[in-house]
T-cell receptor, first 111, second 113 residues
Framework: GEDVEQSLFLSVREGDSSVINCTYT??????LYWYKQEPGAGLQLLTY?????DMKQDQRLTVLLNKKDKHLSLRIADTQTGDSAIYFC???????????FGTGTKLQVIP | SAVISQKPSRDICQRGTSLTIQCQVD?????MFWYRQQPGQSLTLIAT?????????ESGFVIDKFPISRPNLTFSTLTVSNMSPEDSSIYLC??????????FGQGTRLTVV
């Protein structure tokens, strides 16, 4: 079955850039997503990328996709304390298919 | 996007009882999904709920334990039956709004004692 892996924890200083990495196994993935979960809250869709793209930028967020290596990353520029959360990578093979979530990376921002 | 409201937001329940979680969406959607997030874990899909048909359950989840209703295109319920402490989790409902984008409710934090 599909598998989506992430490192469990990342710590950065406020103002630095954060890079959260994700690898996936399903070569038929059509869309890849990044979700943010703050403590006690549901999941918020941050951004997503179509599999025929290799980069997408949205304000402080940059998504890079290496489809050959099945590697997805999320870069957060000028990381703020409000960015502290768990970030989930997810993939979907298109249409009304289930979304498979990664294990989540807890981002800690040190003031 | 969509506004998805879940009730209750949290509950503490006695083992052996059942809890029904409600999910209301502000627009009509074909598919609604129910996920479980166990403490410190990622999300696991429980089932997919279509209006007018029985829910489709993922491996490891059964209708007797997690009955689901989907009476119309904006509403669904998930019941967690005969609860045990192992059912303590966050339960989230989700809708898909094109391009596979899943939007989530705020979740229901269930503690079984």
């Amino acid at each position: 079955g599909e598998d989506v892996e992430q490192s469990l924890f990342l710590s950065v200083r406020e103002g630095d850039s954060s890079v959260i990495n994700c690898t996936y196994t399903d070569s038929s993935s059509t869309y890849l997503y990044w979700y943010k979960q703050e403590p006690g809250a549901g999941l918020q869709l941050l951004t997503y990328i179509f599999s025929n793209m290799d980069m997408k930028q949205d304000q402080r967020l940059t998504v890079l996709l290496n489809k050959k290596d099945k590697h997805l990353s999320l870069r957060i520029a000028d990381t703020q304390t409000g960015d502290s959360a768990i970030y989930f990578c997810a993939e979907n093979s298109g249409g009304y298919q289930k979304v498979t979530f990664g294990t989540g990376t807890k981002l800690q921002v040190i003031p | 996007s969509a506004v998805i409201s879940q009730k209750p937001s949290r509950d503490i329940c006695q083992r052996g009882t059942s809890l029904t979680i409600q999910c209301q969406v502000d627009s009509q959607v074909t598919m609604m999904f129910w996920y479980r997030q166990q403490p410190g874990q990622s999300l696991t899909l429980i089932a997919t709920a279509n209006q007018g048909s029985e829910a489709t359950y993922e491996s490891g989840f059964v209708i007797d334990k997690f009955p689901i209703s989907r009476p119309n295109l904006t509403f669904s319920t998930l019941t967690v039956s005969n609860m045990s402490p192992e059912d303590s989790s966050i339960y989230l409902c989700s809708v898909e709004l094109g391009q596979g984008r899943a939007f989530f409710g705020q979740g229901t934090r269930l503690t079984v004692v």
